[in-house]
Structures are given as C-alpha cells and as structure tokens.
C-alpha cells in the first residue's frame, strides 16, 4: 500500500498531522487523557500545479487547518497563543522592519532580519514541551513513511525552509531597494510573497534531490535548527499522543 505523503505541527500540549486531504490531532489533558479529533481539509485549488502559484497554496491549506482544529479539539493549545510569543512576533516584525530600512549592507540587514524572524519559534520553544512534541511527530511521521524507527529530526521539517527563505527574501529585498522610492512599499510587499513561492519551490526540489550538494548546503540551516532548538527527545507519553494523532489522521484520509 503506497503511503500518504504527511505534514504535521507540534502543538503545546499534544500534535497535529495532516494529509493530503484530511488532518487528526491528539491532545494529553492536565488529567492525563489523550483526546483526538479529525476532519477533512479545506483544499484550495487541489487542481494547481503551476510553480510559484501551488506552494502559497498548500501553506494556506495547512495553516486553514487550524481553526477547524480549534472547533473540533478545544482542548489543544497552539505555540503562537503565549502572550510572550505574541510579543516577540511583534518585536520580530518589527526589527526585521527596521533592519531593512536602515542603510546597513544588504547582507547586514538580511542577516539581522532572519535572526528576529527567528525571534518567535526560539521564544516558543523556551519551557513547555513544544519541543518534545516536535520530536514526537516527527518520529511518528518517519517511521510511518520508513517502517523502520525514524529520529526526531524529518527532512521535510518547514524549519528547512530557512536556509531557501534567506536566500529568497535577500534576492527580494535587493530588487525591492532598486525600485522608486515611492514604489518601494509595494515592491517590498510583492517581493514577499515571491519570496515565499519561491523558497517553497526550492524546499520542493531540495527534497527530491537531497543528495544534490546545493540541497545539501540548504538545508543545513534547517537541520541544525531541528538538531540543537527546535525539537528534543520525546517521552514515551508523547510519542502516544504523536500515535494518537497520526491515528486519526489515516483514519480520516481512508474515510
């Protein structure tokens, strides 16, 4: 039987997987229970295949994903609800502003806005068990794809976007500053979104061709976030709420 090709989230108190068409999360209450839902994905024009249009897409569908969590798993508690993350988000966005603006060496600028995008995931992942719980699902989703016990690092983590999305936005961000002043906003605004389609578009290729020594040098960003931040050993506690979830979402994808 082919298997589905899988995403996921961690989530504060439990994980998030999604397939193709259907999604299944898995919570551990203050009592210990695990509680799980699913439900099928709102799918934004599954037709699309166009490069640079069908990247944005699927990330709206993942990020859709969400609120019908929230509906059907009250219980599940995301990363960006804590009032200090939302507070770095903020303060993020806005030296990432500031630093692009400012008449710094494009490299400078860069370098510092990717460090305060950066700003909200390492604030989230400072206490609580987020980072556990992204281990967690990444050892579900692996040695559900592998059939062997997979690592608490995937290579198909979103944190290896980072090294395409510091490329992208750089590229960006220098055709934006070539623009008339008064059209510079604009610019800056449709370079993001072109940044991010095509950071996607890389992150695609990167996987189909990890072997490839620009893949390799790519991801390096992302790997060592995922190996020295953003994920950790998960307890055996948590790998049954990842099963719980993992569980839920082939469960729906068969209905």
Known sequence: MEKLRLGG??????VLVH????WGAAVRTPEGEIRSASGTKRRFAPGVTAPFARGPLRLA????VLPDVRRGLPEARFPFERPRVAAAVVAGAAAAGIARRSNLGLAAREAIAAFASLAPAVVALRGGELASYHGAEHISIGTYETGKPATKEHDRCGGHLVGPLLLTTAAASALAARAPARARPTARAVGAVGAVSAAVEIFAWMGRHPENPVARALARPGHELQARVSTAEPSQAQLEVAAAALAACLAAEAE
Request: hydrophobic content about 55%; aromatic content about 8%.
């Open 19 to 22: 397939g193709p068409t259907a």
């Open 61 to 64: 569908e993942a990020f859709m």
């Open 9 to 14: 989230m961690a989530l504060a108190n439990g």
